[in-house]
């Protein structure tokens, strides 16, 4: 079963109702790559910068949007087993995110998960400004798991 580009956006978007909340929106979707912002606005702190819930927020949430670009959701569905973040700079501007998976890792993930019913794979970001400065650096340890084993 493969997901309409509509339903992995609404899935992103609108399935958390949070992640709705805080302006989420995804940018750019496609097998293997995927692209989200966070608004500064409704995301402000005490200091007048981004919120780190914010932030850390849009640094776990392209695990699932990546997951549902490249995956398919009738035989897997993902979790995230860790999550770490590192706060590089203040976020002063709306913010983006952008992860990809090689073929290689894709092939290593599905075939480890078809052969043992789950597959663990990191993935690594960097959140970044609207100037492309760095603002945090997150490490998310997923895993993918075959349904029905």
């Known amino acids: 079963m493969e997901l309409t580009q509509e339903q992995i956006i609404g899935f992103i978007e609108k399935g958390i109702p949070f992640v709705q909340r805080m302006g989420l929106k995804a940018v ?3 097998p293997r ?4 912002t966070a608004p500064l606005s409704g995301n402000v702190n005490h200091i007048g910068t981004m919120y780190a819930g914010a ?3 849009l640094a776990e949430m392209p695990g699932g949007a990546l997951f549902a670009t490249t995956f ?3 035989r897997y569905y993902p979790i995230v087993k860790e999550m770490t973040i590192r706060f ?3 976020a002063k501007t709306d913010v983006t ?3 990809s998976l090689t073929e290689e890792e894709v092939a290593r993930i599905s075939a480890e998960a078809d052969e043992k ?10 959140i970044k400004d609207a100037d492309g400065v760095v603002v945090a650096v997150s490490r998310g340890l997923y895993q993918m798991r075959a349904r029905g084993k």
């Open 88 to 90: 590089v700079k203040t």
């Open 97 to 99: 995110i952008e992860l």
């Open 117 to 126: 019913g789950k597959a663990d794979y990191v993935l690594e970001g960097e």
């Open 55 to 57: 932030l850390f927020t």
């Open 28 to 30: 750019e979707l496609r």
């Open 33 to 36: 790559h995927v692209k989200l």
């Open 72 to 74: 398919d959701p009738a």
